[in-house]
């Protein structure tokens, strides 16, 4: 399911309030996730506000659940990023992809 319009608290526990599964791959590659899908303000809005002040937005969040949130997160940006500017540069392009090879591995 597409999820749109997502409090600040409830993007929170979407993107961190996951179980992190051992050795198995993060709830965000399961078929039917319920992926965030914010207007370009919203992400950029929840997001300032996160590395704003990020203590108290993580409080109660594992370390592993705030690592597995911000990979997803940052992925999510790469993959955007590459699909808006795919007659950019490929170079551009291929070092996009690695930093997003980088934060799945």
């Known amino acids: 399911m597409r999820l749109q319009n997502l409090a600040f608290d409830d993007w929170l526990e979407h993107a ?4 992190v599964r051992f050795q198995q791959a993060p709830w965000y590659f399961d078929p039917d996730y319920d992926w965030w899908d914010p207007s370009p303000m919203e992400a950029l809005s929840h997001l300032t506000r996160l590395f704003e002040d990020p203590e108290p937005a993580l409080r109660g969040f ?11 997160r940052v992925t999510q940006i790469i993959d955007r990023f590459c699909e808006a500017h795919a007659n950019a540069d490929p170079r ?12 799945v591995l």
């Open 16 to 19: 961190f309030g996951r179980e």
């Open 92 to 103: 551009l392009l291929a070092h996009a992809q690695l930093a997003r090879c980088g934060c």
């Open 62 to 72: 594992a370390d592993s659940q705030i690592a597995q949130g911000l990979t997803q």
